[in-house]
């Protein structure tokens, strides 16, 4: 599985300065800063976290309440992109608006997000218009 979908340094580029981001992963810290390193997509994200940052995981919200906390926003503030259902899941719990990528489930099995995309331009359309 492709850790990340087509054109996402290009969002990345494009989002980074308007938004803080940040990566709120169920994986391990290890995997999640290789992984960033590896495309050198690091530079873009104020803050990284993974499956040791919280006690619960995924689809318990914690994990994005903490990414929150840690970029000073409202989680009413923020939109989370996520391609799977337990992520789904979270996000709503945690009161944030989801973009779900349909890239590794079909976009049926991602009912309950916000929208439901199949591109990088369709997540930018939504978050730089």
């Not at 308007?18 to 994200?45: H, I, K, M, P, T």
């Amino acid at each position: 599985r492709q850790p990340f979908f087509p054109g996402v340094e290009d969002l990345l580029r494009r989002l980074h300065g308007r938004w803080r981001l940040a990566v709120a992963s169920g994986s391990d810290r290890a995997v999640v800063e290789a992984v960033l390193q590896l495309r050198g997509l690091r530079r873009f994200f104020d803050v990284v976290l993974a499956r040791d940052s919280v006690t619960r995981g995924k689809p318990a919200p914690d994990i994005f309440l903490e990414a929150a906390r840690q970029l000073g926003v409202a989680p009413a503030d923020c939109w989370v992109i996520e391609d799977s259902k337990p992520g789904i899941e979270a996000a709503q719990a945690a009161g944030m608006r989801v973009i779900a990528f349909a890239g590794t489930h079909p976009p049926e099995e991602l009912a309950g997000a916000t929208c439901v995309v199949r591109s990088h331009q369709a997540i930018g359309a939504i978050l730089d218009p």
